[in-house]
């Protein structure tokens, strides 16, 4: 079974590899899960977690893809192509909104009450 790589695991290793925002947002995810352990939410709380992290980067994913058809059929600057690069673009920003909103939900009171606790 050497060199064997699971349908769909050679697309999220070429977005690692090559999108800058894609490891930013495994970062975020990373950093989210640490804190998520650390304070010991409920199951409730990380099944929003893990949805928040699975659309960011879903979306990720979709608009590498985009951007790679586009780019694949229109290597020249054209109105349409870049439309099609923003549009899935707002994608991600929309996901990573929701994202941030749930992790404000989810730590923002208990980063506040930990800060109190030392000072």
């Given at each position: 079974m050497g060199g064997y790589i699971p349908l769909?695991?050679?697309g999220i290793l070429y977005a690692f590899r090559t999108q800058r925002n894609m490891r930013v947002h495994a970062a975020a995810a990373v950093a989210a899960c640490l804190l998520g352990a650390g304070f010991g939410i409920s199951a409730g709380e990380w099944l929003w977690l893990a949805l928040a992290i699975t659309l960011v980067v879903s979306a990720e994913l979709m608009n590498t893809a985009v951007e790679s058809a586009v780019d694949l059929?229109?290597?020249d600057p054209h109105p349409l192509a870049k439309i099609a690069k923003d549009t899935a673009a707002g994608?991600?920003?929309?996901?990573?909104?929701?994202?941030?909103?749930?992790?404000a939900v989810l730590f923002a009171g208990r980063l506040l009450q930990l800060l109190r606790s030392f000072f």
């Open positions: 769909g695991a050679e059929t229109m290597p994608a991600v920003f929309v996901t990573a909104v929701f994202a941030v909103i749930v992790g």
